[in-house]
């Protein structure tokens, strides 16, 4: 029993610290994913040191215990949970080697898998969902950062666009694909961007190069890439950013031609063709005023429409305006037979991967890396996904409402589990020393080891120890000296 070491003040100090950033989903994670085996998909081994396996489980622990930076994550006491150390953590994001894209798609079939045994029936169509976002970078030497625009303060910001593309399986969304892009050069006064050497076939050179890429292209080939992974959705949705030829003609060549495209159009110079004539997007809805329906569900006048459109073919318009706003809006798809309540419903679907940018941003950390190193900045980006799409696996098969909400109803319940293994652990060896100080755990019963000394000297003990805890050092000059005393004395 001399052998067992209570320490009582560093639980109570992990509780007071970290109580409330502590997720205890990472024991769930852990027993049900099995993280070593997706880390083997990056197509990286190490010989000697930290194994990638334990590197790869930090990437991903990192995002839900919210510590904010790297630094504070290993000077916390978080860092007892993961086998890795700061310096080679640093190494593992920075290996241009490690495919990150293909340990996402990885996870993604394990996820897809999960599902199918414990499917629940679709309420709605399954859909992949195009957007993107702005990550601002205050570095201004980080590799490849450019100045781009943030379409939700209208502002140039320093920092990449990223373009992403969500699968809807019916029920919730999650994240299967991304790229990161540059726009308008940054021009620096002093010196120039972090670079560095890449084999010319390694994963990291292929995605830096994507940032010489337009969105457009980018869009193109996130879906072709999906296709080939196997996810067939009914429809692509986007919005008017993403309404061309070249994305509606890829949609299409999805899933043998099955898959439909659905987005959003703004009013311009493009043309369509009804009736022989070619109309603007605006001059059309004037021609068809007199054909406008009242629809009572959605409160809104709409306008549908068959027409043609150049380089694609035949698409169907919906004109609408609702009750509270004046402006006419339109949404185009390739799908003739559907109605005007349909593309309403499923084009709402789109709204997920808003809802996925804020979750990732403001609940795990999404953009927060400063790494100089681009293929860091992948890393980061990729697990913080990877968290995601897991969480909402979670929230799906728990039937939660919000992250937030998840987040708000588990917090410090983390610290109650490492506390309760430990004096589990700690039990079960005080248990086992007092048996075999008797002859032995095959000699004596429960009953024996419970009603032995042994066993209320470990009480009395325990029972000082919380005293303590409680009323921190006890001056012996003070009333309690004689409490103390006698506790020292029960203790010894």
């Not at 630094?71 to 490690?98: E, L, P, T």
């Not at 373009?163 to 726009?183: H, P, Q």
């Not at 950013?241 to 999805?254: F, G």
């Not at 609940?363 to 897991?390: E, M, P, R, Y």
Request: hydrophobic share 35%; aromatic share 10%.
């Amino acid at each position: 029993m001399k052998n067992i070491e209570i320490n009582v003040s560093e639980i109570k100090q992990i509780c007071k610290k970290h109580g409330e950033n502590m997720d205890p989903l990472w024991v769930n994670i852990r027993d049900e994913f099995n993280l070593a085996h997706f880390s083997r998909s990056g197509g990286v081994n190490k010989r000697t040191g930290v194994g990638i396996s334990s590197l790869f489980e930090t990437a991903i622990a990192m995002p839900l215990f919210l510590v904010g930076t790297v630094q504070s994550f290993f000077s916390s006491s978080f860092r007892k949970i993961v086998a890795s150390s700061q310096c080679a953590y640093y190494r593992f994001c920075q290996d241009a080697r490690f495919n990150w894209r293909r340990t996402m798609f990885e996870v993604s079939k394990f996820i897809r898998k999960r599902e199918t045994e414990t499917a629940l029936e679709a309420k709605y169509p399954s859909a992949l969902i195009i957007d993107d976002s702005a990550l601002e970078k205050s570095g201004r030497r980080i590799e490849g950062i450019s100045k781009i625009h943030d379409h939700c303060t209208g502002r140039k910001v320093t920092g990449y666009k990223l373009v992403m593309l969500s699968w809807f399986n019916g029920n919730y969304a999650r994240t299967l694909d991304d790229s990161l892009t540059a726009e308008a050069k940054l021009k620096l006064k002093k010196g120039g961007q972090f670079s560095k050497k890449r084999c010319f076939r390694s994963a990291g050179k292929k995605r830096i190069n994507e940032l010489k890429k337009d969105k457009i292209t980018l869009a193109c080939e996130l879906m072709g890439r999906a296709a080939k992974n196997g996810y067939a959705p009914d429809y692509t949705l986007v919005d008017s950013w993403y309404t061309c030829a070249q994305v509606i003609n890829k949609a299409r060549s999805l899933n043998g031609g099955k898959t439909h495209f659905l987005g959003m159009v703004k009013p311009g110079k493009r043309l369509f063709t009804y009736n022989g004539g070619e109309y603007t997007l605006s001059q059309l809805r004037r021609a068809l005023m007199s054909e406008k329906k009242r629809c009572k569900r959605f409160r809104s006048s709409y306008i549908e429409v068959v027409c043609e459109l150049k380089n694609v073919g035949r698409i169907k318009l919906f004109f609408s305006r609702f009750a509270s706003n004046k402006k006419w809006v339109c949404l185009l798809t390739t799908d003739l037979e559907m109605s005007y309540i349909k593309a309403i419903e499923t084009y709402a679907i789109r709204w997920n991967i808003e809802i996925s940018f804020k979750e990732c941003k403001q609940l795990l950390g999404l953009g927060k890396c400063q790494a100089n190193d681009f293929d860091a900045q992948i890393a980061h980006a990729t697990s913080v996904f990877i968290t995601h799409s897991i969480l909402a696996y979670c929230k799906y098969r728990e039937d939660y409402q919000t992250l937030g909400e998840l987040y708000r109803t588990i917090e410090s319940e983390y610290t109650g589990l490492l506390t309760v293994e430990k004096i589990l652990i700690m039990l079960e060896e005080i248990l086992t020393n007092i048996a075999s100080k008797m002859g032995g755990l095959d000699s004596v019963s429960l009953h024996d080891i419970l009603n032995s000394p042994e066993y209320a000297a470990f009480k009395q003990g325990i029972r000082f120890a919380l005293f303590l805890s409680q009323n921190g050092n006890i001056d012996k000059t003070t009333n309690n000296k004689e409490l103390a005393n006698e506790n020292m004395k029960i203790a010894a």
